[in-house]
């Protein structure tokens, strides 16, 4: 009796970090999505800010296009913010369904 609930109980704990990220995405959606919300943010950020972003620009792009591409992101959230500070509320949580 133990051992099938400690096996349902495995099998709920990997089904829900497995449900939340079942979306894929293209690569041109990825980086169109991304090209955008650094336009936003670009747009909004002070001229210290403008200078630590462009100087991160390439490694931010890249991670942001492979977490995508890995399913991470809803892109239609990424499409709604408007700083990239606000990215991390854009992400599929483990126990989403």
């Not at 991160?56 to 990424?78: F, Q």
């Amino acid at each position: 009796m133990k051992n099938n609930f400690f096996l349902v109980l495995i099998l709920g704990i990997i089904m829900s970090v497995n449900c939340g990220k079942n979306v894929e995405y293209t690569a041109d959606l990825c980086e169109k999505t991304f090209n955008e919300l650094y336009a936003r943010s670009y747009e909004n950020a002070s001229q210290v800010e403008r200078e630590a972003m462009n100087s991160l620009r390439n490694v931010l792009m890249k991670k942001m296009n492979e977490d995508c591409l890995a399913g991470e992101y809803k892109l239609d959230c990424v499409e709604k913010i408007s700083n990239i500070d606000l990215l991390k509320s854009c992400k599929f949580s483990p126990f989403t369904f």
